[in-house]
């Protein structure tokens, strides 16, 4: 076991409902935790954070925390809370609001000192998955610029997908889901929705993107047939890695490559929520089996690469869920499990049972 001990931040995201961030001492909630890799500390750093999203550590020690209800959270090394101006106005209905941060890969150097963030933004017809940058001062954000928004706004609000991840390229990633009401729209190549794109660092689309020389499919498209992916991180070696939220059950762990179709609606290992029978088909041709579906309703949000293995974050019941309840696509008070996934062929190649075992 490695003597060094490594402060775990993460418990900064105890946010509660209050109205008003109050700043607290760092206080100690477990001295030790023994990993396979490491010896941790848990502590909590702050409290009075409302549904925080996303986190993204500042060069100097501060800490960024998107709320989703459309506020951005500066947090000191004390504790104490600074709440920036310039956020946009977001859609709060259902599962929106400021979502996901990602700091530009030269963030530090002056010229490239960009905070990009999605944020579900209203508009005629609903809303859309939106990608933003801004620079920072100590309590703004300024230079705002919009790169991109999704292609159509629609109800009801929610499966903003929304996840951010750097490729080695100096490309960004951005994921999109179905947006709840109309899956058929996932295998419209024409449509946004139910994707994960691939943009250059200003929002445009890179020359190499596999569908640019495809009519019948948008040029920002990477990836299709993703009902809602809430999780996205790619390792050191470039490999991308998704966890996506299936419907009643089917929930997913892929890995993803450039010009694959992953399969919703027409594949799917979840049930209708009504009826709870099986949706679609357990695999088909053509279209890429997820690398590992995730027994029960376990509601996958994020991988984090490390050590070849992968720790996967997942949401817990909100209050006022019974536990059985399918968690919403926010972060939540959840668990953490750590697996390493292999296989992931196309189609029949490799079939699945409806069930496959747990992690």
Same mark, same amino acid.
């Given at each position: 076991?490695?003597?060094?001990?490594?402060?775990?931040?993460?418990?900064?995201?105890?946010?509660?409902?209050?109205?008003?961030?109050?700043?607290?001492?760092?206080?100690?909630?477990?001295?030790?935790?023994?990993?396979?890799?490491?010896?941790?500390?848990?502590?909590?750093?702050?409290? &009075?954070?409302?549904?925080?999203?996303? $986190? +993204?550590? %500042? #060069? *100097? !020690?501060? =800490? /960024?925390? @998107?709320?989703?209800?459309?506020?951005?959270?500066?947090?000191?090394?004390?504790?104490?809370?600074?709440?920036?101006?310039?956020?946009?106005?977001?859609?709060?209905?259902?599962?929106?609001?400021?979502?996901?941060?990602?700091?530009?890969?030269?963030?530090?150097?002056?010229?490239?000192?960009?905070?990009?963030?999605?944020?579900?933004?209203?508009?005629?017809?609903?809303?859309?998955?939106?990608?933003?940058?801004?620079?920072?001062?100590?309590?703004?954000?300024?230079?705002?610029?919009?790169?991109?928004?999704?292609?159509?706004?629609?109800?009801? &609000?929610?499966?903003?997908?929304?996840? $951010? +991840?750097? %490729? #080695? *390229? !100096?490309? =960004? /990633?951005? @994921?999109?889901?179905?947006?709840?009401?109309?899956?058929?729209?996932?295998?419209?190549?024409?449509?946004?929705?139910?994707?994960?794109?691939?943009?250059?660092?200003?929002?445009?689309?890179?020359?190499?993107?596999?569908?640019?020389?495809?009519?019948?499919?948008?040029?920002?498209?990477?990836?299709?047939?993703?009902?809602?992916?809430?999780?996205?991180?790619?390792?050191?070696?470039?490999?991308?890695?998704?966890?996506?939220?299936?419907?009643?059950?089917?929930?997913?762990?892929?890995?993803?490559?450039?010009?694959?179709?992953?399969?919703?609606?027409?594949?799917?290992?979840?049930?209708?929520? +009504?009826?709870?029978?099986?949706?679609?088909?357990?695999?088909?041709?053509?279209?890429?089996?997820?690398?590992?579906?995730?027994?029960?309703?376990?509601?996958?949000?994020?991988?984090?690469?490390?050590?070849?293995?992968?720790?996967?974050?997942?949401?817990?019941?909100?209050?006022?869920?019974?536990?059985?309840?399918?968690?919403?696509?926010?972060?939540?008070?959840?668990?953490?499990?750590?697996?390493?996934?292999?296989?992931?062929?196309?189609?029949?190649?490799?079939?699945?049972?409806?069930?496959?075992?747990?992690?």
């Amino acid at each position: 076991m490695p003597a060094t001990l490594h402060r775990l931040p993460a418990a900064l995201l105890a946010g509660g409902l209050a109205s008003a961030a109050e700043a607290t001492a760092a206080e100690t909630l477990v001295e030790r935790l023994e990993t396979d890799h490491h010896e941790l500390r848990l502590e909590r750093i702050t409290t &009075g954070l409302e549904h925080p999203w996303s $986190l +993204a550590f %500042l #060069p *100097d !020690g501060d =800490l /960024l925390v @998107s709320e989703r209800p459309g506020r951005l959270a500066r947090i000191d090394e004390a504790g104490e809370i600074t709440r920036l101006d310039g956020v946009p106005e977001v859609s709060t209905r259902g599962q929106g609001g400021l979502l996901d941060l990602a700091l530009h890969p030269d963030f530090g150097s002056g010229e490239d000192d960009w905070l990009y963030f999605t944020w579900s933004h209203p508009g005629s017809g609903g809303s859309a998955t939106t990608l933003s940058r801004a620079r920072l001062t100590d309590d703004a954000l300024v230079d705002q610029e919009t790169l991109f928004v999704q292609d159509r706004f629609s109800d009801p &609000g929610r499966h903003y997908g929304s996840r $951010l +991840a750097w %490729l #080695p *390229d !100096g490309s =960004l /990633l951005m @994921s999109i889901g179905d947006r709840g009401r109309e899956p058929p729209r996932v295998q419209d190549g024409g449509d946004h929705a139910g994707s994960v794109l691939r943009l250059t660092e200003s929002g445009g689309v890179p020359e190499d993107n596999p569908f640019v020389a495809d009519d019948a499919v948008l040029d920002e498209i990477y990836t299709m047939g993703n009902r809602n992916p809430q999780g996205l991180t790619v390792a050191a070696d470039g490999t991308i890695w998704s966890t996506e939220h299936g419907p009643r059950t089917g929930d997913e762990l892929n890995r993803l490559m450039g010009g694959e179709n992953y399969g919703w609606p027409e594949v799917s290992r979840g049930n209708d929520y +009504a009826t709870n029978e099986p949706i679609g088909r357990d695999s088909a041709p053509g279209m890429r089996d997820p690398l590992h579906v995730f027994a029960g309703r376990f509601a996958p949000i994020g991988p984090h690469r490390g050590h070849g293995r992968y720790l996967l974050r997942l949401a817990g019941p909100p209050a006022g869920r019974r536990p059985g309840q399918r968690a919403p696509g926010t972060p939540g008070a959840g668990r953490r499990r750590r697996g390493r996934a292999r296989g992931g062929p196309r189609g029949r190649d490799r079939p699945h049972p409806r069930r496959a075992p747990g992690p």
